[in-house]
């Protein structure tokens, strides 16, 4: 993977093989990276909406990206801090209140279309909705994504530690909320 | 890890096994997306990229329409009022007032020129009433002071 990738970020570089290698890594990141967004901002639109501009983004930026980091870490990095700075912006235009990040997540998921889960899977995505920002991000990453600590730990700049505790804190807020429905 | 361990050690920690989050996409949405995607980047591209001449112009224009108005503002009525009434104001602070004005400073002086200062005094000379005769005096009494004023005097 990571030799395809460098391959790939060569043919992004170079002028006749970028739009070539653009449709392929397009092909190769999209689904995972669309799931990523979506799990932070939940509606399917604004997920569709936010995954065309990180890819605008890579197209725009691809010669200034330095390869101290994997295609893989980079391209998570983008969506997760175009997702975090999506659900800023609602909270600045007054969308919903300071500390209703939260509330209108759940309410967006709840009023939302595209999801088929079960009974206990959406009592689940509720209770992870309820969560912290950082909380929720470790959570998703960690449970549904499978992520290494590591990886978690390059794309979101922080201590394999302070994940840990995060994870660990998310897990017991989630009993908790099950303990009391 | 393998699968079963990782669903068993989920289910230690959660209480439930591994689950998927139930979200899903609308039918052919991965397939589409790649074009999708290129449509919205040559839209995109097609809004940003410079149209014409007017879009390098535009800065030039701005800059031209900013002093425009600077201008208009500077040379009109108002600002010909203002620049008048700072210079009375600056005459006010550059005179003196009337208790400090010198007699003979060139303020007052430079008004008349040196020529007309020489004959007006040459003709106070020609007045001089120790040198006139009796009716020059009386013809000069008669043609500038009032009889009041020649009956007083001697008081």
Not at chain 1, 157 to 178: C, D, N, P, Q, R
Not at chain 2, 14 to 28: Q, Y
Not at chain 2, 71 to 94: E, I, W
Not at chain 2, 137 to 143: N, R
């Amino acid at each position: 993977m990571i030799d395809k990738d460098k391959e790939l970020i060569a043919d992004l570089k170079t002028e006749g093989k970028r739009e070539l290698a653009f449709q392929q890594l397009v092909k190769t990141y999209q689904q995972r990276l669309y799931w990523h967004i979506r799990k932070i901002v939940v509606s399917h639109d604004d997920a569709d909406d936010l995954m065309q501009n990180v890819f605008i983004k890579v197209w725009k930026n691809i010669d200034h990206f330095r390869e101290d980091s994997s295609l893989f870490t980079w391209l998570f990095r983008i969506a997760t801090n175009e997702s975090l700075s999506f659900l800023q912006q609602k909270k600045r235009r007054n969308i919903f209140s300071v500390d209703g990040v939260s509330d209108y997540l759940v309410e967006t998921f709840e009023s939302g279309t595209n999801f088929e889960g079960e009974e206990l899977q959406k009592r689940l995505q509720v209770a992870v909705l309820k969560l912290p920002e950082k909380q929720r991000l470790v959570f998703n990453m960690k449970y549904y994504d499978e992520m290494k600590y590591e990886e978690m730990a390059e794309i979101l700049k922080t201590s394999v530690g302070a994940l840990k505790a995060s994870y660990h804190h998310a897990v017991k807020k989630i009993e908790a909320h099950f303990e009391g429905e | 890890m393998s699968m079963k361990a990782k669903n068993e050690h989920i289910k230690n920690e959660l209480g439930f096994p591994k689950m998927e989050t139930g979200f899903t996409v609308p039918e052919g949405y991965f397939e589409s997306f790649g074009d999708r995607l290129k449509v919205r980047m040559v839209v995109k591209e097609k809004v940003t990229s410079p149209t014409g001449i007017l879009f390098y112009l535009k800065p030039a224009l701005g800059i031209a329409a900013g002093l425009a108005i600077i201008l208009t503002v500077y040379l009109h009525p108002f600002g010909n009022q203002r620049n008048a009434l700072f210079s009375k104001d600056q005459q006010s602070q550059v005179l003196p007032a009337d208790d400090q004005i010198d007699p003979l400073s060139n303020t007052y002086t430079s008004l008349v020129s040196d020529g007309q200062l020489i004959s007006a005094l040459t003709e106070m000379d020609e007045y001089d009433a120790s040198k006139m005769s009796k009716d020059a005096l009386a013809d000069y009494l008669a043609s500038n002071c009032s009889d009041s004023e020649i009956l007083n005097a001697n008081k």
